[in-house]
Protein backbone atom coordinates (compact mmCIF):
# COMPACT_ATOMS: atom_id res chain seq x y z
CA UNK A 1 0.00 0.00 0.00
CA UNK A 2 1.08 3.55 -0.51
CA UNK A 3 1.99 4.98 2.21
CA UNK A 4 4.00 8.59 3.79
CA UNK A 5 6.05 7.89 7.31
CA UNK A 6 7.36 10.74 9.40
CA UNK A 7 9.08 8.92 12.35
CA UNK A 8 9.88 11.82 14.39
CA UNK A 9 6.70 13.28 16.40
CA UNK A 10 8.20 16.31 17.72
CA UNK A 11 11.81 17.41 17.72
CA UNK A 12 13.93 20.76 19.29
CA UNK A 13 16.36 22.66 18.09
CA UNK A 14 18.58 25.28 19.02
CA UNK A 15 18.08 28.53 17.48
CA UNK A 16 20.76 28.83 14.41
CA UNK A 17 20.91 24.81 14.98
CA UNK A 18 21.00 22.62 11.52
CA UNK A 19 17.55 21.02 11.20
CA UNK A 20 16.31 17.69 9.11
CA UNK A 21 12.81 16.09 9.46
CA UNK A 22 12.88 13.03 7.84
CA UNK A 23 10.03 12.22 5.36
CA UNK A 24 9.91 8.14 3.74
CA UNK A 25 7.66 6.78 0.88
CA UNK A 26 6.24 3.72 -0.11
CA UNK A 27 5.26 3.66 -3.75
CA UNK A 28 5.82 1.74 -7.15
CA UNK A 29 6.49 4.48 -8.87
CA UNK A 30 7.83 8.30 -7.95
CA UNK A 31 5.72 9.86 -6.90
CA UNK A 32 5.11 13.78 -6.65
CA UNK A 33 6.25 15.07 -3.30
CA UNK A 34 5.72 17.83 -1.37
CA UNK A 35 6.49 19.62 2.58
CA UNK A 36 4.08 22.13 3.78
CA UNK A 37 4.16 24.08 7.23
CA UNK A 38 1.25 24.44 10.10
CA UNK A 39 1.06 27.01 12.09
CA UNK A 40 -1.12 26.45 14.77
CA UNK A 41 -5.35 27.08 13.82
CA UNK A 42 -4.10 27.81 10.39
CA UNK A 43 -4.38 26.11 6.78
CA UNK A 44 -1.38 24.30 5.46
CA UNK A 45 1.78 26.13 3.06
CA UNK A 46 4.01 24.99 0.57
CA UNK A 47 7.35 24.70 1.37
CA UNK A 48 8.56 22.93 -1.28
CA UNK A 49 7.64 20.35 -4.38
CA UNK A 50 9.26 17.34 -6.23
CA UNK A 51 8.29 15.96 -9.27
CA UNK A 52 10.84 14.99 -11.40
CA UNK A 53 14.93 16.50 -12.57
CA UNK A 54 17.52 17.77 -10.00
CA UNK A 55 16.90 15.27 -6.50
CA UNK A 56 17.60 18.36 -5.21
CA UNK A 57 15.08 20.98 -4.45
CA UNK A 58 14.81 24.55 -2.95
CA UNK A 59 11.99 26.20 -1.14
CA UNK A 60 10.86 29.53 0.63
CA UNK A 61 12.00 30.47 4.04
CA UNK A 62 15.69 28.56 3.33
CA UNK A 63 14.59 25.00 3.46
CA UNK A 64 15.86 22.52 0.70
CA UNK A 65 14.68 19.06 0.98
CA UNK A 66 16.79 15.86 -0.98
CA UNK A 67 14.84 13.21 -3.01
CA UNK A 68 16.63 10.04 -2.34
CA UNK A 69 15.26 7.18 -4.63
CA UNK A 70 17.33 4.46 -3.23
CA UNK A 71 16.60 5.49 0.67
CA UNK A 72 12.69 6.42 -0.71
CA UNK A 73 13.29 9.31 1.60
CA UNK A 74 12.12 13.13 0.85
CA UNK A 75 13.96 14.60 3.77
CA UNK A 76 13.68 18.81 4.49
CA UNK A 77 16.75 20.56 5.74
CA UNK A 78 17.45 23.57 6.84
CA UNK A 79 21.01 25.07 8.01
CA UNK A 80 20.68 27.62 10.86
CA UNK A 81 16.58 27.49 12.33
CA UNK A 82 14.79 30.39 13.72
CA UNK A 83 12.49 31.12 16.37
CA UNK A 84 9.78 31.06 13.88
CA UNK A 85 10.04 28.28 12.37
CA UNK A 86 8.43 26.81 14.96
CA UNK A 87 5.02 24.75 13.71
CA UNK A 88 4.45 21.80 12.35
CA UNK A 89 5.47 19.99 9.01
CA UNK A 90 3.81 17.64 6.41
CA UNK A 91 5.50 15.83 3.99
CA UNK A 92 2.90 14.45 1.20
CA UNK A 93 3.45 12.30 -1.69
CA UNK A 94 1.40 10.85 -4.46
CA UNK A 95 -0.19 10.97 -7.75
CA UNK A 96 -3.10 12.51 -10.03
CA UNK A 97 -4.39 13.97 -6.93
CA UNK A 98 -4.50 11.59 -4.64
CA UNK A 99 -2.14 12.81 -2.02
CA UNK A 100 -0.60 10.93 1.03
CA UNK A 101 -0.09 12.79 4.26
CA UNK A 102 2.42 12.06 6.63
CA UNK A 103 1.03 12.45 10.19
CA UNK A 104 3.70 15.14 10.76
CA UNK A 105 6.39 16.39 13.25
CA UNK A 106 6.40 19.30 15.75
CA UNK A 107 9.29 21.73 15.66
CA UNK A 108 9.95 23.12 18.71
CA UNK A 109 12.98 26.07 18.91
CA UNK A 110 14.69 26.88 22.08
CA UNK A 111 16.23 29.67 22.44
CA UNK B 1 -5.47 39.51 -4.19
CA UNK B 2 -5.95 35.46 -4.82
CA UNK B 3 -6.42 32.75 -2.52
CA UNK B 4 -8.72 30.48 -0.97
CA UNK B 5 -11.48 31.77 1.68
CA UNK B 6 -13.17 29.40 4.18
CA UNK B 7 -15.79 30.66 6.20
CA UNK B 8 -16.59 31.13 8.63
CA UNK B 9 -13.46 29.92 11.10
CA UNK B 10 -15.21 28.49 13.91
CA UNK B 11 -18.49 27.23 13.57
CA UNK B 12 -20.61 25.40 16.45
CA UNK B 13 -23.55 23.03 15.65
CA UNK B 14 -26.09 20.72 17.99
CA UNK B 15 -25.83 17.26 17.16
CA UNK B 16 -28.20 16.01 14.37
CA UNK B 17 -28.25 19.01 12.20
CA UNK B 18 -26.31 19.10 9.07
CA UNK B 19 -24.41 22.07 8.80
CA UNK B 20 -22.33 23.29 5.07
CA UNK B 21 -18.96 24.87 5.01
CA UNK B 22 -18.21 27.38 2.67
CA UNK B 23 -14.82 27.36 -0.05
CA UNK B 24 -14.09 29.77 -2.39
CA UNK B 25 -11.15 30.19 -4.42
CA UNK B 26 -10.01 32.71 -7.20
CA UNK B 27 -6.90 31.09 -8.47
CA UNK B 28 -8.88 29.52 -11.33
CA UNK B 29 -7.64 26.40 -10.46
CA UNK B 30 -9.92 23.45 -11.69
CA UNK B 31 -9.41 20.81 -8.58
CA UNK B 32 -10.77 21.40 -5.43
CA UNK B 33 -10.08 19.27 -2.52
CA UNK B 34 -12.04 18.72 1.16
CA UNK B 35 -9.91 17.18 4.24
CA UNK B 36 -10.15 16.68 7.63
CA UNK B 37 -7.34 16.97 10.42
CA UNK B 38 -7.73 15.15 13.42
CA UNK B 39 -4.58 15.71 16.17
CA UNK B 40 -1.76 13.36 15.39
CA UNK B 41 -3.52 12.29 12.59
CA UNK B 42 -2.38 14.25 9.17
CA UNK B 43 -5.34 15.07 6.90
CA UNK B 44 -7.06 12.74 5.52
CA UNK B 45 -8.81 13.04 2.12
CA UNK B 46 -12.52 13.61 1.94
CA UNK B 47 -13.97 14.43 -1.51
CA UNK B 48 -11.86 16.05 -4.18
CA UNK B 49 -13.38 17.47 -7.65
CA UNK B 50 -11.29 18.20 -10.78
CA UNK B 51 -14.05 19.42 -12.45
CA UNK B 52 -17.26 21.35 -12.85
CA UNK B 53 -20.09 18.68 -11.96
CA UNK B 54 -17.98 15.92 -10.86
CA UNK B 55 -16.40 14.72 -8.00
CA UNK B 56 -14.69 11.43 -6.41
CA UNK B 57 -14.91 10.08 -3.04
CA UNK B 58 -11.71 10.28 -0.97
CA UNK B 59 -11.17 7.88 1.94
CA UNK B 60 -13.23 8.60 4.55
CA UNK B 61 -16.32 10.45 2.91
CA UNK B 62 -18.81 8.72 4.68
CA UNK B 63 -20.93 10.87 6.33
CA UNK B 64 -20.29 13.93 4.33
CA UNK B 65 -21.00 15.40 0.65
CA UNK B 66 -20.12 17.91 -1.57
CA UNK B 67 -21.20 19.79 -4.80
CA UNK B 68 -19.73 21.35 -7.34
CA UNK B 69 -21.67 23.80 -9.64
CA UNK B 70 -18.85 26.98 -9.97
CA UNK B 71 -15.14 26.37 -10.53
CA UNK B 72 -14.50 28.52 -7.55
CA UNK B 73 -16.91 26.62 -5.31
CA UNK B 74 -16.85 23.45 -3.83
CA UNK B 75 -19.19 23.65 -0.19
CA UNK B 76 -18.70 20.37 1.93
CA UNK B 77 -21.85 19.48 4.11
CA UNK B 78 -21.01 17.56 7.07
CA UNK B 79 -24.44 15.37 7.53
CA UNK B 80 -25.69 13.99 11.16
CA UNK B 81 -24.57 10.80 9.48
CA UNK B 82 -21.48 11.37 10.28
CA UNK B 83 -19.98 9.84 13.81
CA UNK B 84 -17.73 11.91 14.75
CA UNK B 85 -18.09 15.28 13.18
CA UNK B 86 -15.71 17.87 15.29
CA UNK B 87 -12.35 18.16 13.43
CA UNK B 88 -10.58 21.08 11.62
CA UNK B 89 -11.32 20.64 7.67
CA UNK B 90 -8.91 22.20 4.97
CA UNK B 91 -10.11 23.37 1.92
CA UNK B 92 -7.23 22.89 -1.01
CA UNK B 93 -6.87 23.68 -4.97
CA UNK B 94 -5.29 23.02 -7.30
CA UNK B 95 -4.27 23.87 -11.39
CA UNK B 96 -4.96 20.17 -11.95
CA UNK B 97 -4.68 17.16 -10.06
CA UNK B 98 -0.97 17.00 -11.31
CA UNK B 99 0.08 20.40 -9.47
CA UNK B 100 0.54 21.32 -5.94
CA UNK B 101 -2.12 21.90 -3.89
CA UNK B 102 -3.03 25.36 -2.18
CA UNK B 103 -5.23 25.50 1.32
CA UNK B 104 -7.20 27.76 2.59
CA UNK B 105 -7.16 28.67 6.73
CA UNK B 106 -9.23 26.15 7.56
CA UNK B 107 -13.00 25.96 9.52
CA UNK B 108 -13.16 24.14 13.03
CA UNK B 109 -16.38 23.04 13.39
CA UNK B 110 -17.93 21.85 16.75
CA UNK B 111 -20.37 19.42 17.65
CA UNK B 112 -21.68 18.65 20.95
Known amino acids: AQSVTQPDIHITVSEGASLELRCNYS??????LFWYVQSPGQGLQLLLKYFSGDTLVQGIKGFEAEFKRSQSSFNLRKPSVHWSDAAEYFC?????????FGKGTKLSVKP | DGGITQSPKYLFRKEGQNVTLSCEQN?????MYWYRQDPGQGLRLIYYSQIVNDFQKGDIAEGYSVSREKKESFPLTVTSAQKNPTAFYLCASAMNLDYEQYFGPGTRLTVT
Open chain 1, 92 to 100: AGGSQGNLI
Open chain 2, 27 to 31: LNHDA
Open chain 1, 27 to 32: YGATPY
